[in-house]
């Protein structure tokens, strides 16, 4: 019989993405013989966000049902980001969207201080939309 806490010690760190992500648990128990998490997220990116770090623990996830549902009036307010140094428009938008390929979104949304998606400068706050 799976033991609740020992899973939990396994999959901490989802557990811990979860949290910090403002994803909405609904449930946290056994079911199956396996830790099942279900909750809502506010966007696709927090969702598999949370898939990439379960699959970081275990690639075949056998111990885990982890059901997220997608509801968009939860999605995080508009954020903003200081350029750091080495940063790029699309290293950004892969911390924040998962994907790299997503750097227009941030350069659209910031057209009032970025006149070139590759010239960004250190110091700089940037308008990360949702």
Same mark, same amino acid.
């Given at each position: 019989?799976?033991?609740?806490?020992?899973? !939990?010690?396994?999959?901490?760190?989802?557990?811990?993405?979860?949290?910090?992500?403002?994803?909405?648990?609904?449930?946290?128990?056994?079911?199956?013989?396996?830790?099942?998490?279900?909750?809502?997220?506010?966007?696709?990116?927090? !969702?598999?966000?949370?898939?990439?770090?379960?699959?970081?623990?275990?690639?075949?996830?056998?111990?885990?049902?982890?059901?997220?549902? *997608?509801?968009?009036?939860?999605?995080?307010?508009?954020?903003?980001?200081?350029?750091?140094?080495?940063?790029?428009?699309? !290293?950004?938008?892969?911390?924040?969207?998962?994907?790299?390929?997503?750097?227009? !979104?941030?350069?659209?949304?910031?057209?009032?201080?970025?006149?070139?998606?590759?010239?960004?400068?250190?110091?700089?706050?940037? *308008?990360?939309?949702?």
């Amino acid at each position: 019989m799976a033991d609740l806490e020992q899973l !939990k010690l396994k999959y901490g760190s989802v557990l811990n993405a979860i949290s910090q992500s403002g994803v909405h648990l609904t449930h946290v128990h056994i079911q199956d013989d396996k830790l099942y998490i279900e909750g809502t997220c506010g966007t696709d990116a927090i !969702k598999n966000k949370i898939w990439d770090q379960a699959k970081l623990v275990d690639p075949t996830y056998s111990d885990l049902t982890l059901n997220l549902s *997608v509801d968009p009036s939860l999605a995080p307010k508009q954020q903003t980001y200081t350029v750091a140094a080495g940063d790029s428009l699309s !290293k950004i938008a892969k911390q924040f969207y998962g994907n790299a390929n997503e750097y227009m !979104k941030i350069f659209e949304a910031n057209k009032d201080k970025l006149t070139d998606p590759n010239t960004i400068k250190v110091g700089q706050q940037l *308008v990360i939309p949702n």
